[in-house]
């Protein structure tokens, strides 16, 4: 029992956060950097896994310069769109909108979805991307609006995140 | 190796199970509670924390009393409804009803979504309540069919969550 | 600080990833095979746990031999529909298809689902069904397209899964 408190004391040490970001949707991005930024501010290790849809969320819309080669990549780059214009997961709530939603957080003072980024990178979040998911979209590093640390497959990801706590949003 | 067992066998004493209810579905919910109150009856720590629709799934339906201040809240409130009025994750599967899955469960004899949230309430699961999402929301702790134990940060619910399974759902 | 290390060092010999595969998404789908046979391929303990919608992932279409008895398991089996007929999680973005998407993955030589589903069975990740999900369903063993090791209680995945990490997907 002794020696399981003190498994439990070491244990205790490792503070390790790991998001896997599929999902696309606005709020699950603010749910996700609300995670990530209020867990780098208690000083854990933060690493954030963009994949699919969640690439979407720290892309920057090129307007109407398309990335990568092939019409469907192109079309599939257009559709995804970028930062600022991720969908709401639920759209069936009455057509509650993101710019109402953006405007309630603003008024009570919460941080909204580019300033938790914004924290996330100020406080040394680890942001790393799907390879599979940028060949597959025709995506490059330096088309992203955060500081993608690495570009990697998923045996390194889980590396990166053992021994912590890893979420899929 | 034998270190290795000994380090295997003692954090095998560490039995607990931490879910962060983000979605506000129907079937989502269920499965929710199917995991909280299956590890809570084997003995697991169950920490729920409830957090955007999430809330939703423990929050009492209000009727036309609107909850919190401000005319965006009220709408929003408005909207979320309530655990009554959980809407099915998959609405596109030619129009299943919620109503036929519980028909579905009650006549194969599995537990409802009321029966699970007691069960879990009973097997002294914690419940949580997110802090920023109930200033959004205008919700206070009354408002919970569900006894919320604490209205926490997200530093705080990793803290209570860390060395077990945490699942974002 | 020294010993610490050394708990470090022994968990690290922990190799394990458990999926919670709920959703029945293709794109998801694709998310949670892509993680299994990579995380598989480098040594890890791979534990599927198949239940509610995610059960169509494995599951074999009977075209109009419908599954159990009781009208609304054989509404609910037709509208699951099986592994050749997963939806996208995004019906949104403007109609973009899961044929697109498998050509586009073809094209850039990225394994397709099936290849995916044959590279976790052939990398000997273990594949379980959820016990109460087939309950409703009126599902058997033999009515999926992959090995189901055992049909199992949320108790007995968490014990499965312990000191790993769990994906709810």
Known sequence: ????NKIAALSNNIKKL???LFSGDFDKA???FTLASGAAA?????NLFFTFWGLNIVKEKKGRRFLGK????KIFG?????????????MNFGGFSKTAMNY??????????????????????????????????????EDFIAPIKEVLSVASFLDYSKNGQTLFI
Chains 1, 2, 3 share one sequence.
């Open 70 to 73: 092939g019409i469907l990549t």
């Open 104 to 141: 309630l957080m603003k008024k009570e003072n919460v941080a909204t979805l580019p300033e938790l980024i914004d924290a996330a990178i100020a406080l040394k979040a680890n942001f790393y991307a799907c390879e599979m998911s940028m060949i597959i979209l025709g995506l490059k590093k």
């Open 42 to 46: 208690v000083g854990y290790e933060v």
């Open 1 to 4: 029992m002794e020696e399981t």
């Open 30 to 32: 603010i749910a996700a």
């Open 18 to 20: 790991s998001l896997v």
């Open 78 to 90: 257009f559709l995804m769109g970028g930062f600022k214009n991720l969908p709401l997961s639920k």
